[in-house]
């Protein structure tokens, strides 16, 4: 059986070939994704007779202000940890934060933007090209099987046999990841990752239920879990930038198990979607402004 660091090497030799052939399409690829998803958009507005008048303004500056900062200061940490696990040169909270919010904003590329900034910054710290690759595929592989777990657990709540298919999906994913995160460090890093990641789903929901009461609609903590992973995996494809379009129409195609319209279901994972974007690039937009600043007033010190 190859172990985690093989793996590891032929997901970087395929890493490359896939960044060649995205960077190569990416025009078409990014066309077809907004086609997508403004269409979805439309249909959503017009299935559900709304206008952007009728959005509730509050979970917006929620979403804006508070759970999506959370989450860039959730990932910094998480990456923290990786480094840790690692043994790389430590990184501070600040600098964490910063390739947090950069490699999420990267994730808007129709190429593995996130996963390219955040292997990088393992490398930076000292931590070989092989285990760098290795973490963060691990971590993103832990990420989308514990909200499938959640998902399933929903559905299986619900007496929807997909739950249990769902379920056993996840928890074998999740299995040898954790046993090769124990094998790097001990059970406490191991549990503290595992700790993290359920705050991370969690998290999710939690932004999920602001997104639907933009709609002026409440929806259950478990309807909002459920449709975690369809944020999640939607996320994690690469085709489209962010997956843009790719949650939205996965959270459609389920809703009907959770008994929400698939029309409100696109709408809150698209809303969901772009409100993150939009705080994260303004972050970034801050982040950068107040480097630039920060260097020019340097620069006329040491002049004088």
């Not at 090209?129 to 514990?146: D, E, N, Q, R, Y």
Request: charged share 10%; aromatic share 10%.
């Amino acid at each position: 059986m190859a172990s985690f660091d093989d793996i590891s090497t032929r997901f970087l030799e395929a890493l490359h070939g896939k960044v060649a052939f995205l960077r190569k399409h990416r025009t078409p690829f990014t066309i077809a994704a907004s086609v997508i998803f403004l269409a979805g958009l439309v249909w959503s507005f017009q299935k559900l007779n709304l206008s952007l008048s009728d959005l509730d303004i509050w979970p917006v500056l929620g979403l804006f202000f508070v759970m999506a900062p959370l989450g860039i200061l959730y990932g910094a940490i998480g990456l923290i940890i990786l480094v840790h696990i690692a043994g790389g040169t430590k990184i501070n909270l600040a600098e964490s934060v910063k390739i947090t919010a950069y490699a999420q904003l990267a994730e808007s590329l129709p190429l593995p933007g996130g996963a390219i900034v955040r292997t990088a910054a393992l490398m930076k710290s000292g931590v070989k090209t092989t285990k760098s690759v290795g973490l963060v595929v691990a971590t993103a592989i832990l990420w989308i099987s514990m909200a499938a777990l959640g998902a399933g657990g929903v559905l299986i709540t619900q007496g929807s046999v997909l739950g249990y298919a769902l379920f056993g999906v996840g928890l074998l994913a999740v299995l040898p990841v954790i046993t090769w995160i124990f094998k790097l460090s001990d059970v406490s890093i191991t549990a503290l990752i595992v700790f993290h990641r359920m705050v991370g789903v969690v998290m999710m929901a939690i932004r999920i239920l602001l997104a639907f009461a933009i709609l002026k609609l409440t929806v259950s903590f478990e309807t909002a879990l459920f449709f975690t992973f369809a944020n999640i995996a939607g996320s994690a494809t690469s085709l489209a930038p962010a997956g843009l379009g790719v949650g939205e129409v996965f959270a459609a195609a389920m809703a009907d198990l959770v008994k929400v319209l698939p029309a409100t279901a696109f709408l809150a994972i698209a809303l969901n979607r772009i409100i993150g974007l939009m705080s994260c690039a303004s972050l970034v937009g801050f982040i950068s402004l107040f480097e630039s600043r920060f260097k020019k007033i340097s620069s006329m010190r040491n002049a004088s």
